[in-house]
């Protein structure tokens, strides 16, 4: 049974334009959150994810962010017309209900 | 609402010596506590959990956690450190928020420095 899968693991993109972060979480877990890790901060909460819905989202930025968890295949978050402050280490944890979550090894975003 | 504090932000020991890192929380409901560690540049890795079982609770590389519900306290101790211990370390907490829904929670997190 692999871990939480994270792809890219280092991801540069120039300032407008798009990044995709993909994460596999572990097999039978259908919990997905993502954090995002500023330089010399601990995790921030972003999204929590069931199968094909978003249970929580309160920590995802109002524009230019979204994440799904579709039926098949991984959990995306996408982040549009990046900037310079978006540049940090997206981290993917699955669960299953209320036991510990298991992490990806984060993917990490700059932006030049 | 739920939160996690880690009261302090940088620890240093001497190598060989014990190690107390500090957390507190709030939680509405019975929660879930965890410790996470991360190595520079790395993922997280879990040490060890509370989940309602044993208050005191053991975990890897000679880590262990007491849960003290009247303190509100979670903190985690070594008897003895290493080198290899040098890392951030994140308390988290796990709880259902009023949606019903299960949300972790992590506190800022300590930086553990070990001197040799």
């Known amino acids: 049974n692999a871990g939480v899968m994270q792809n890219p693991r280092h991801l540069v993109r120039r300032r407008g334009q798009e990044a995709r972060l993909r994460c596999s979480p572990m097999k039978g877990h259908s919990h997905v959150y993502w954090y995002r890790q500023l330089p010399e901060e601990g995790l921030k909460f972003m999204v929590y994810?069931?199968?094909?819905?978003?249970?929580?989202e309160s920590g995802m930025p109002k524009e230019r962010f979204s994440a799904e968890f579709p039926k098949e295949g991984p959990s995306i978050l996408r982040i549009q017309q990046v900037v310079r402050g978006d540049s940090a280490a997206y981290f993917c944890?699955?669960?299953?209900?209320?036991?510990?979550?298991?992490f990806g090894q984060g993917t990490r975003l700059t932006v030049v | 609402a739920q939160s996690v504090t880690q009261l302090d932000s940088h620890v240093s020991v001497s190598e060989g010596t014990p190690v107390l890192l500090r957390c507190n929380y709030s939680s509405s409901y019975s929660p879930s506590l965890f410790w996470y560690v991360q190595h520079p540049n790395k993922g997280l890795q879990l040490l060890l959990k509370y989940t309602s079982a044993a208050t005191l609770v053991k975990g890897i590389n000679g880590f262990e956690a007491e849960f003290k519900k009247s303190e509100t306290s979670f903190h985690l101790t070594k008897p003895s450190a290493h080198m290899s211990d040098a890392a951030e370390y994140f308390c988290?907490?796990?709880?259902?928020?009023?949606?019903?829904?299960?949300?972790?929670?992590f506190g800022t997190g300590t930086r553990l420095k070990v001197l040799a």
């Open positions: 988290v907490v796990s709880d259902r928020g009023t949606s019903g829904t299960y949300k972790y929670i």
């Open positions: 994810l069931q199968k094909e819905n978003i249970i929580d």
């Open positions: 944890a699955s669960s299953l209900q209320n036991t510990e979550a298991f």
